[in-house]
């Protein structure tokens, strides 16, 4: 008979929400176990992401001692407008991205949570890869004390278990904290790329001063075909993180297949030039929960804790999800840390990490943008649309040689009509802003 | 005669039969030679009463045989097959020593090499005389067949390498040929050898295939689907007098006999016609098969490595290919008769 | 029974990518493994240590990263790792190499008896095959190489019958112990860790060796000095020019096969 194997806390998964609260849990002299099935932590997340540095600090306050593997600052971000064959840009640069640490960073996933986890192990955390967890273990009350791995003699106990899966969320509903399987269209598909360039390319092609610079943008309209979905271009060292994002439904429904989205978007008249030249180096996919904030499942019962993407923690209008994982997973922490020190484990006790989360960003933000995914579900056109429009227009407008201005006015707006009734554009409006308004 | 470099080449054999790979390499040796000021080639030869292998590498341009024959050697075993021929190396100081890369001469090579304390490169597949340096460049693949590295020994010698068989063309063997015969005691007895042989274990003669030998190789990979799909080629195989062949993807996933593996890990063939029928073609595939002389490539999957290789490829379904190719060819039998094997 | 197992850590090379321009390796995001045959070693120690108990000990030359190789054993149920790293030995041949594992192993022999050493049977990344027979030559140790299983192995009375895959069939060979095994993949098929095994594991830091502590290397021997073979060059290989791939769905599948058939006969390889 083997020992039976008992922690202080259990995480599963080393991911951003996992690492944090495994890290502020060892802090406080927790014997923590984290379990990671991929090969080592971030070996399941290829590819660049913008981090932002708030939520790493309230983790990690010397993590810039640490010395993170950043890719480049943000100094430059904004939105490009993509119709088949223009772009409109809205670009914000300013010196107060100019800082030392920045507020965002571009970076490699792979490489950043693999240095995320080792901060943890160096706090104290133990870290198990190649290791799936398969179900919970629960007393007979019901309550969770431990996790089945799938591993010879893999049961494990500990008073409270942190669920930080991601977004292939079994755990989490093997545990019956959520109700249902999602719809696939509650889940978008990104498929994305690392491309290597030289970082003086890198930096010639988006007019970067030079390491010290970075840029990341969201792009919309053609990129996803005019679908509901966003595409991005983050500059990293020596190379581009290119991507683009679906819902899983736009995928089925249109028959498209995720690389070819990808390739087309990448061989884009306006794209095309930024990678000429350079090589993929990682080709992935990922998928991101869109739940919104009505279809989350419980973040609290006995014994155990949800954070992160199984959660369904992602912003998706503004890209963000590592912030807001980690920023979970913080709080996580330190509900398991004080749920010891009142050695109090019940649901009871542990609904104080959903209030925690509500006073912060994080459920605030999910809370606002809860109807945007329902908007660009009932508004599917909307990317093509009102992107197309924007980009026929700007060519009218400064190609409106020789022509009354008034006119060329006028005809600008009856183009938009001519694309959708008045009283279409105004319920998209309508919705658009609902959706941005909460 | 300190001026004669010495080229050397192993005479493999086991039951008294040479292994072809030994005329193969008796024919670089040759090519070497030439470009060598002062070179001569000659064999070694080891084993119990095997002394008519000699003859045969005269016949396939050893000017000298060094024959060590002696009841200790009657099955290969590493180290008294290694002592002996370090002695040999010792005492006559050759400058080139090339070793057939078959499983007996890899395993000795290396042991002869490490006694010697000399440079060997390992599994080559191109030999050549530096224009500069007169030394020997031994070309290899490296990184599962993703580069190729060209390897000097700077200073030790002999510069040995080991080479695969059927990587090099075979030569013809002269009517007749003289040399001579020098012969040399082992000197160890049964009493100083650890191992022992107990008993072989033949493979299957279902399984015994000499796919480095054969003509025609129809070859099967993950394409196939499930091991019931080599009914198809063994049938295609069978109506070109050839052999089934199969890639490592297969052979690890246990629908065939490791045997028949062709590749980095597998065998180098240089049949004439090499059919690949469902194989995606990784680089440690594809070097096992550029010596074929018309590579006829089938697989679904426009993008197939395969077909970068390939003298003629079928995008499509095998299972549609292959049993049109197999009546195709019984018609045009039909009025033409037997198979029969082109001589080039 | 103390069985020593030498493994190495190398790239994927079903992941490895060229960059076409400067003929280089991309290893960047390949990943770094065990050598697939080496794992399979260090099953067949282990499984002979639960089998007569005592210790396995797996040792490897290499850069600090090779150290999670070493945990991997550990993982699997290896009892000590020691990594023999330093920049002195770099660049080092098949001689080198097998110079300071033959040396590694001496210094472990003075510890204690040894009865097995283990080698995978080559590293996926050089595919030479020299580094187990190269040390069996230098500790002066029965080799046999290509072993596909253990029939016996008698530890008390130091000796073991191993089979041997050659070109002709299964070679049934006694040997006395210690004796030197290279191991092609079916020597033991490898078991998932029980999860006590990892965490042990991931509690685990393998020893260092330098090239001066704790065995003195001859400085002669090792590295680029104890090394008689450079690399001359290296190159991508360069493409063969491909034959055209024709489309059934095209063509229709009677024509395209037909005209296969007439390519091959125009080659004058083949009569059919």
Known sequence: ?438 | MSDTKRIWVLIEQEEGKAHPVSWELLGAAQRLAAELPGAVVEGVLLGDGVEGIAAEAYRYGATKVYLIDDPVLNVYRNAPYAYGIANLVKKYTPEIFLVGATTLGRDLASAIATRVATGLTADCTELAIDPDKHILAATRPTFGGNLMATILCKTQRPQMATVRPRVLPSPTPAETGAGELVREPLGMTEADVAVKLLKVIPTDSGEQVDIEYADVIVAGGRGLGAPEGFKLLEELAELLGGVVGASRAVVDAGWINVSRQIGQTGKTVRPKLFIAAGISGAIQHRVGITGSDFILAINSDPNAPIFSVADYGIVGDLYEVLPELINQIKAQRAGHGAPEVAHA | MHAIVAIKQVPDTSNVRINPETGTLIREGVPAIINPYDAHAVELAVRLKRQFGGKVTVITMGPPKASEALVECAEQGADRGILISDRKFSAADTLATSYVLARTIEALMAEGPVDLLLFGKQAIDGDTAQVGPGVATRLGLPLISYAVGVESFDPIARTGVVHRRTERGIEVLQTTLPALLTVEKEIAAIERAPLADVIRAAQYTPEVWSASEPVAFDVAKIGIKGSPTIVGKAYTPPPKKAGAAVKVAEKGVASTVTEALAKVKAAGVVKI
């Open chain 1, 1 to 438: 008979m083997p020992e039976k194997l008992t922690f202080d806390a259990i995480v599963v998964g080393a991911g951003p929400a996992g690492i944090s609260a495994a890290i502020v849990m060892a802090r406080s002299g927790l014997k923590v176990m984290l379990i990671e099935r991929g090969r080592f932590a971030g070996s399941k997340n290829f590819f660049g992401g913008v981090l932002y540095t708030h939520a790493l600090a309230d983790v990690l306050p010397d993590y810039w001692e640490r010395k993170p593997p950043f890719e480049r600052p943000v100094t430059e971000q904004g939105y490009w407008f993509l119709s088949p064959d223009s772009v409109m840009r809205v670009m914000h640069k300013s010196q107060h991205y100019q800082k030392d640490p920045a507020e965002s960073y571009t970076a490699l996933r792979s490489g950043f949570d693999a240095w995320f986890a080792q901060q943890a192990v160096s706090h104290g955390a133990l870290l198990i890869t190649k290791t799936t967890v398969v179900d919970g273990i629960r007393d007979a009350k019901g309550r969770v004390i431990g996790v089945r791995t799938d591993r010879p003699d893999g049961d494990v106990y500990a008073p409270i278990v942190i669920v930080s899966e991601g977004v292939n969320n079994l755990l989490t509903q093997k545990l019956g904290l959520m109700k249902a399987d999602l719809p696939p269209r509650l889940i978008a598909l990104s498929v994305k790329e690392y491309i290597g360039l030289p970082a003086k390319e890198v930096e010639t092609r988006f007019n970067l001063s030079g390491a010290k610079e970075g840029m990341a943008i969201d792009i919309f309209g053609d990129a996803t075909l005019g679908l509901p979905g966003t595409a991005f271009l983050y500059t990293d060292k020596q190379g581009i993180s290119i991507g683009v994002g679906l819902l899983l439904e736009e995928f089925v429904h249109h028959k498209l297949k995720p690389y070819e989205v990808l390739a087309r978007f990448k061989n884009h008249p306006v794209i095309k030039p930024y990678l000429a030249g350079g090589e993929t180096l990682e080709y992935g996919a990922h998928l991101i929960p869109e739940f919104g904030y009505d279809r989350m499942p419980d973040l609290a019962a006995d014994g155990v804790l949800v954070a992160g993407d199984a959660a369904g923690m992602v912003d998706a209008l503004h890209r963000e999800g590592t912030n807001l994982a980690m920023t979970a997973g913080r709080l996580a922490g330190e509900t398991a840390v004080e749920a010891h020190k009142r050695n109090d484990f019940s649901a009871g006790f542990l609904k104080g990490y959903r209030q925690q989360l509500e006073s912060s960003f994080v459920l605030k933000d999910l809370k606002q943008y809860r109807r945007m995914t329902d908007f660009l579900d009932s508004t599917p056109h909307f990317m093509s649309t009102y992107v197309n429009y924007l980009n026929d227009a700007a060519l009218r407008y400064f190609s409106a040689h020789g022509l009354p201005k008034r006119d060329m006015e006028d005809n600008i707006i009856k183009m938009l009509f001519q694309r959708r009734s008045f009283f279409g554009v105004a319920r998209d409006m309508l919705k658009l802003l609902q959706g941005m308004r909460g």
